[in-house]
């Protein structure tokens, strides 16, 4: 059975930090590349992050570039995303994803909340 469990979501005030981690079971992580979104009340879900299988290679979106930064641990089949000077833009459901070789697999996480407020 896949599972994607995110957890490290919370409270924060604006220019804190949090960092989220994403541990996956059922598959061969290693073989999947990883990608943070996000979802804001009333928005549509946005990508935030991405990592290769490897962890070689990783891809931001603008909003993320140069405060947030992916890693993965594959040793422990985890993901997470370290995020520092958040913003009350940033608030909103954190979800990962995997993504399998092609593209003909996804799997989702059912997300972590992450609240940005004074």
């Known amino acids: 059975q896949v599972q994607l469990v995110e957890s490290g979501g919370g409270l924060v005030q604006p220019g804190g930090s949090l960092t989220l981690s994403c541990v996956a079971s059922?598959?061969?992580?290693?073989?999947?590349?990883m990608s943070w979104h996000r979802q804001a009340p009333g928005k549509e879900r946005e990508f935030v992050a991405a990592?290769?299988?490897?962890?070689?290679?990783?891809n931001y979106a603008d909003a993320a570039e140069g405060r947030f930064a992916i890693s993965r641990d594959n040793a422990r089949n985890s993901v997470y995303l370290q995020m520092n000077s958040l913003k009350p833009d940033d608030a909103g459901m954190y979800y990962c994803?995997?993504?399998?070789?092609?593209?003909?697999?996804?799997?989702w996480g059912e997300g972590t909340q992450v609240l940005v407020t004074s």
């Open positions: 059922g598959f061969t992580f290693s073989h999947y590349a």
């Open positions: 994803k995997a993504r399998g070789p092609g593209g003909h697999k996804e799997f």
């Open positions: 990592i290769g299988s490897l962890g070689r290679v990783t």
